[in-house]
């Protein structure tokens, strides 16, 4: 049987996890269809049937799937879950959002963050906050998977030529409206599809110095700002910047840490970054431990001399 990857879209893109994602379901064996549900979203389905690997981009279109809401999104994969072997989401918000509801719905055990796919019923996932890999062997009928999207290549976004199939939509269901969203517009690369990442910590002290220190060298590298969960509780930086354990798992080619401790939480977040920069004034700070560059010295005069030399 086919695996089905769920696609994370915004009604006229494909968004970088789903190419992960379908690297995965490859992995699985056996032909990939990609479910595009969403509103107007003609052009997102086009986007997807361009992606290499896939045999068939099934569509769903109504007003009740515009806005990703869990409940419709769910019943519109429920609709067609008997015809898959693999149901594979995106370890994103989105993913885990819908990934739980699917599963319990099907009466199957999910498995939360795969990061390898050693065959078409075994997994590997972290544990620990990544210091253990666990190896996970389902029996279920149908397998439901969120992929944690740093631990595989991005599918080809063009060069492949899927058929398109249009799906009768599922009505929109009573239990949840959508009202609004407040959406937050940089001209940044998104966090986690960065090539370059540069991040802070509490060390920095106020918002206005994050911004003072930090911004200047993410604009010279045309980096995405990241931060430790610490500097995102003291209020020095948004919600979504947070990279960690219980914020955005990125893995990108530099990742400049600068006035970051290492906390065990944000370590699971970052260390499969290709080339970590740790710039800390603690020389017994835990970041040293994954970093490939060290220098202890004080980040409110390093990082302005880096800047400027850049």
Same mark, same amino acid.
């Given at each position: 049987m086919p695996a089905l990857v769920i696609a994370e879209h915004d009604n006229a893109t494909i968004k970088a996890a789903t190419l992960t994602t %379908?690297?995965?379901?490859l992995a699985c064996g056996?032909?990939?269809?990609?479910? %595009?549900a969403g509103e107007n979203a003609s052009a997102a389905v086009q986007s997807a049937a361009q992606v290499a690997g896939l045999s068939k981009v099934l569509h769903a279109d109504g007003a009740g799937l515009g806005h990703g809401l869990a409940e419709n999104v769910a019943e519109q994969i429920l609709a067609i879950a008997k015809n898959y072997s693999h149901i594979l989401f995106p370890a994103t918000a989105g993913g885990k959002n819908v990934a739980p509801r699917v599963a319990a719905l099907l009466d199957v055990a999910q498995i939360s963050d795969a990061t390898k796919v050693v065959s078409a019923d075994t997994f590997e996932r972290p544990i620990y906050a990544g210091n253990a890999i666990a190896t996970v062997q389902s029996t279920d009928a149908i397998k439901v998977i969120t992929v944690r999207t740093t631990g595989f290549d991005a599918a080809a976004a063009s060069g492949g030529s899927a058929a398109v199939e249009s799906l009768a939509a599922v009505g929109a269901s009573a239990a949840a409206t959508y009202v609004g969203s407040e959406i937050a517009r940089s001209d940044r690369p998104e966090l986690t599809a960065a090539k370059i990442i540069v991040s802070g910590g509490r060390a920095l002290g106020s918002s206005e110095k994050f911004n003072e220190v930090l911004t200047p060298l993410a604009d010279r590298l045309g980096a995405a700002l990241g931060a430790s969960r610490a500097a995102v509780d003291a209020g020095y930086a948004p919600n979504d910047w947070q990279v960690g354990q219980t914020g955005k798992i990125v893995a990108p080619q530099l990742y400049v840490a600068c006035g970051i401790s290492g906390a065990i939480q944000h370590l699971a977040g970052m260390k499969d970054s290709?080339?970590?920069?740790?710039?800390?004034k603690d020389p017994e700070a835990p970041i040293f431990s994954v970093a490939d560059f060290?220098?202890?010295?004080d980040l409110f005069t390093a990082v302005p001399d880096l800047t400027a030399n850049l």
């Open positions: %379908v690297t995965a379901g056996g032909d990939v269809h990609v479910l %595009v290709k080339v970590i920069v740790a710039i800390n060290g220098l202890e010295a």
